[in-house]
């Protein structure tokens, strides 16, 4: 991984600004733009480092990294038809995040490292405060 990492390293650092929007594909053969290369690596270190038990909880994820995953996961979750309606509270940093808003969605807060481990897989939300979790589709 080491090696992996620095490569990609050097990689980005040769990037000319205007290669940035080039269009690359991702592992899982998707078009997307370079610029968001660097937004995936670290959403896959950290999340590994998670699965693995390599040292890091849920509980380490920076405050403003857990804010950008909650983002970009219910922009996920926007596309799959069965995800459920959502208001999501982040104690901590104070966002709010709305998926499929109506009488039903249910109204879940926490910490946003919290709120960022249960909606990857990452955890059960028993340290979620919300009258009931609901089931979530699988992300990614």
Avoid: C, K, Y
């Amino acid at each position: 991984m080491a090696g992996s990492a620095a490569a990609l390293d050097i990689h980005v650092r040769e990037l000319a600004p205007e290669q940035w929007d080039a269009t690359v594909r991702s592992a899982r053969g998707r078009e997307i733009p370079a610029v968001e290369v660097p937004w995936m690596r670290a959403r896959e270190v950290w999340l590994h480092a998670i699965d693995l038990d390599a040292g890091a909880g849920a509980e380490q994820l920076p405050e403003d990294f857990s804010d950008t995953l909650i983002d970009d996961v219910l922009g996920f979750f926007a596309n799959v038809p069965d995800a459920p309606a959502l208001r999501l509270r982040s104690e901590t940093s104070g966002r709010e995040w709305v998926l499929r808003d109506g009488p039903r969605a249910g109204q879940i807060g926490g910490p946003s490292p919290a709120l960022a481990a249960w909606l990857t897989g990452r955890s059960t939300g028993g340290d979620l405060r919300a009258a009931r979790l609901l089931g979530l589709p699988p992300w990614l």
